[in-house]
């Protein structure tokens, strides 16, 4: 199942245009923010992305948290 959220995850990034800098090997300890450049609404869409897919929900509280990929 990991195997299938990270290609997920990559596949959201390479998708994402005007993310700093070139998202298309990202690693899981990348930083979200300081190595991906995700603004905080790219991180939002992100996170829907994977709770309509895995329908799973993640608290916004939660969300304040990430840092990493992993």
């Not at 596949?11 to 930083?31: N, W």
């Amino acid at each position: 199942m990991f195997d299938e959220i990270w290609a997920r995850l990559q596949g959201y990034l390479a998708s994402s245009p005007g993310l700093d800098p070139d998202p298309s090997s990202p690693h899981i300890d990348s930083r979200i923010r300081e190595d991906l450049g995700l603004s905080s609404l790219k991180t939002v869409e992100l996170v829907i992305t994977l709770e309509d897919h895995y329908d799973i929900s993640i608290a916004d509280d939660e969300l304040e948290t990430l840092v990493t990929l992993r």
